[in-house]
C-alpha cells in the first residue's frame, strides 16, 4: 500500500509539523515522508480531499458491539467498519455480550473477531464474573492477553470491600480499574434525571446524589488503597468537582464523559422518545455547562460515544420498559464539533490512550501511520442515511452536526467513508 495525502493540515501537538498543511507519503502503513510539496513521478495513487485535517488516531474508550450472544445488534465486524469511517482507529471494547467477557478464552474470541480490521480492537474485562458483582474474575489472566482495563459496563460495585480488593490486587500488574458510578439503592425505580422534567412528565426520577456518592465513596477507596481507578460517563457538576479535588490530591483517577452528555440535556425527555434512555440519564443545562468547562480544564481526561447499539425490539417500547443506550460512534465527531473548539475535540479524542495503555503514534517520519482524516468545515442534519450501525438508536438524529470525517488510515490499510 503506498499513496499520498495532498495538502493536509496536521492537527498534532506531539509533531513538528503541528498545524501545518503538508503532503504525507504513506508506504506499507508507515509515514514515509512529510513535505510541502511530494513529487510524484511514479504516479503513486493521491488522496485529494476538500480542506483535509489530519491528527493521530482517535481512540473511543466505551464502545459496545454485541458480539458474541446479540449480534441482532451488532456484530464485531460491522461494528469495526463503522468505527473506521467515524475516524476511529481503535475502540475499547465493553464486556457486556454473552457470554460476558470475563476469562481468557473471551478476550481471544473477540480480539480473533478484529484481526484484519483497519479499526483496532482493545477488550475491556468484566471486574466481576459475569458481571454479577460478587466474584473478582480471572484480571490477571485476561491481562496477558490483552485486557486493557476491567469494568463491569454501566454495574455500579455495591460490594465497596471486592472494590478495595481488586484496586490493591491489580497494582502488582499495573491494571486499571473502571468503576461506574451509580448507587443502585438510591437510583430504585428511576428511569430519568429526577427534576422538573421528571416531575412533569410524571417519569421516576434519578437524582445526582445516586452518582456522586457513588463517586466519593470509590475515590475514598482509591485514596486508602492507590492504585489506578478509571470512572466512566460522568454526567453532574458535582462530580465534576469530585473528581477536580481527588486529581488535585494526587490520585490517580481518569474519567470521561459521553458525547450525549455534553451536548443533550433532559429537555429531550419531553416527547418520551427511548432513543434519549440512557444511563447515566441525560441532565440539567447546568449539568451540561460543567461537564463542558471540565472538558476544557483538563478534569475530564476523554470522551467517549458511550456507543451501545439496542435492536427495535427494546427500544420501541414504554420508556418504563425500554432498554437504556444510544448508537454514537457516526456522530460523535460531528456532534462535538458544535460544542468544542477542534483542537480541544482532537486532544480529547486521543488522550484516553494515555489512560488505557494503547501506544501513541505522533504524525513524524518513520512512525506508524494512525492517522484520522476529517475537515473542521460544513454544516449537516445528523439523519438515518449516515447511520452505518446495524441498531438505529441514535439520539442525534436530527441534530445539527458540523465538519465531516473523511475516514481512517492504519493497520496498512485506508479506510474512506
Request: glycine share 8%.
Amino acid at each position: 500500500m503506498k499513496f499520498i495525502l495532498r495538502e493536509a493540515k496536521i492537527i498534532d501537538s506531539q509533531s513538528p509539523f503541528h498545524n501545518k498543511i503538508l503532503d504525507i507519503l504513506v508506504v506499507d502503513g508507515f509515514i514515509e515522508k512529510i513535505a510541502a510539496s511530494l513529487p510524484n513521478s511514479d504516479k503513486t495513487e493521491e488522496i485529494k480531499l476538500d480542506n483535509l485535517h489530519v491528527s493521530q488516531g482517535w481512540f473511543d474508550s466505551s464502545v459496545s458491539l454485541g458480539e458474541p450472544g446479540f449480534e441482532e445488534r451488532e456484530t464485531i465486524s460491522n461494528g469495526l467498519n463503522v468505527a473506521a469511517k467515524s475516524g476511529f482507529t481503535a475502540i475499547a471494547l465493553q464486556p457486556n455480550s454473552f457470554p460476558v467477557i470475563d476469562n481468557q478464552s473471551q478476550v481471544n474470541f473477540v480480539q480473533n473477531k478484529a484481526a484484519g480490521s483497519a479499526t483496532q480492537l482493545f477488550p475491556i474485562g468484566a471486574l466481576t464474573k459475569g458481571s454479577e458483582g460478587k466474584d473478582m474474575a480471572e484480571l490477571f489472566d485476561m491481562t496477558n492477553c490483552g485486557a486493557v482495563a476491567f469494568g463491569d459496563y454501566n454495574k455500579s460495585q455495591d460490594n465497596a470491600n471486592l472494590l478495595k480488593i481488586t484496586l490493591q490486587y491489580v497494582q502488582d500488574f499495573d491494571g486499571l480499574v473502571i468503576a461506574f458510578p451509580q448507587d443502585e439503592k438510591i437510583k430504585g425505580q428511576g428511569v430519568v434525571n429526577e427534576g422538573v422534567i421528571s416531575t412533569r412528565l410524571g417519569l421516576k426520577g434519578i437524582p445526582n446524589l445516586a452518582e456522586e456518592l457513588q463517586i466519593a465513596r470509590n475515590l475514598f477507596l482509591l485514596e486508602y488503597t492507590g492504585g489506578k481507578l478509571h470512572i466512566p460517563t460522568i454526567s453532574t457538576a458535582k462530580s465534576v468537582q469530585l473528581i477536580k479535588e481527588a486529581k488535585a490530591k494526587g490520585l490517580q483517577v481518569s474519567c470521561s464523559a459521553a458525547v450525549h452528555h455534553l451536548v443533550l440535556t433532559d429537555e429531550k425527555l419531553e416527547g418520551f422518545d427511548t432513543r434519549f434512555k440512557v444511563s447515566p440519564p441525560l441532565r440539567t443545562e447546568k449539568d451540561r455547562k460543567a461537564l463542558l468547562a471540565g472538558v476544557l480544564d483538563n478534569t475530564i481526561d476523554m470522551i467517549t460515544s458511550d456507543h451501545n447499539p439496542m435492536d427495535i425490539e427494546h427500544k420501541k417500547m414504554e420508556f418504563d420498559m425500554a432498554k437504556n443506550g444510544t448508537i454514537g460512534l457516526e456522530s460523535a465527531y460531528g456532534a462535538l464539533m458544535t460544542i468544542l473548539p477542534l483542537e480541544k475535540v482532537i486532544e480529547k479524542l486521543t488522550s484516553g490512550k494515555i489512560v488505557f495503555g494503547i501506544e501513541n503514534h505522533p504524525i513524524v517520519e518513520g512512525a506508524k501511520a494512525n492517522i484520522s482524516l476529517f475537515t473542521p468545515e460544513g454544516k449537516a442534519v445528523f439523519n438515518k442515511a449516515a447511520i452505518l450501525s446495524k441498531s438505529k438508536n441514535s439520539a442525534f438524529l436530527g441534530t445539527e452536526t458540523k465538519g465531516k470525517v473523511y475516514g481512517i488510515v492504519n493497520q496498512g490499510k485506508l479506510i474512506l467513508a
